[in-house]
């Protein structure tokens, strides 16, 4: 059975860090990029960070750039995303999630993790 | 970054109706679109990709049509546990991106 398993989520204080983390079983996590997707109460989806198969690859939304680091390690099968400087707009439900299909990869999502970003 | 607009942004509809969502890309992504529902406080779950392929257990009263840059989910007759927001995500390139949702209420 394939599983996305975030953890990390609280509540932390404005100007905080947080590291979230995200295991993965059941699929090769080795061959399938990684992403954070990000939902704040009563809004849409957005995504926030891709990181590549290998990690050689990263991108960030605006709205996170020089904040937060995803980073993954294929031996141990996780997806991590350290945040900084965190903000209330910064209040979400955090999904970790493959979001392209090929012959090797298929898409999938974890469960969710909240943060949320309060005095 | 490939921007998906997404319309409408809500959508009231009656059991039975049949309905469609659209979806443009602001450039051409082939037939790389996904489509999901979203139910409150649940993660999304794939219905579509590839723009047309339905995704085991997923009711054929879904379907995926579309390529290029514009692209369309249709319900045919809407059951009760249909309604939800409904998001599509290009596939095509890094990063992905979603559009804004569609929210589907019952009349």
């Known amino acids: 059975e394939v599983q996305l398993v975030e953890s990390g989520g609280g509540l932390v204080q404005p100007g905080g860090s947080q590291r979230l983390s995200c295991s993965a079983s059941g699929f090769d996590f080795s061959k399938n990029s990684m992403n954070w997707v990000r939902q704040a109460p009563g809004k849409g989806l957005e995504w926030i960070s891709y990181?590549?198969?290998?990690?050689?690859?990263?991108y960030y939304a605006d709205s996170v750039k020089g904040r937060f680091t995803i980073s993954r390690d294929n031996a141990k099968n996780s997806l991590f995303l350290q945040m900084s400087s965190l903000r209330a707009e910064d209040t979400a439900v955090y999904y970790c999630?493959?979001?392209?299909?090929?012959?090797?990869?298929?898409?999938?999502w974890g469960q969710g993790s909240l943060v949320t970003v309060s005095s | 970054d490939i921007q998906m607009t997404q319309s409408p942004s809500s959508l009231s509809a009656f059991v039975g109706d049949r309905v469609t969502i659209t979806c443009r890309a602001s450039q051409n992504i082939r037939s790389s679109l996904n489509w999901y529902q979203q139910k409150p406080g649940k993660a999304p779950k794939l219905l579509i990709s590839d723009a047309f392929s339905l995704q085991s257990g997923v009711p054929s009263r879904f379907s995926g049509s579309g390529s290029g840059t514009d692209f369309t989910l249709t319900i045919t007759s809407l059951q009760l546990e249909d309604f939800a927001t409904f998001y599509c995500q290009q596939s095509y390139t890094a990063p992905p991106t979603f559009g804004q949702g569609t929210k589907l209420e019952i009349k």
């Open positions: 999630a493959s979001l392209f299909s090929s012959e090797e990869t298929a898409v999938y």
């Open positions: 990181i590549s198969s290998g990690g050689s690859t990263i």
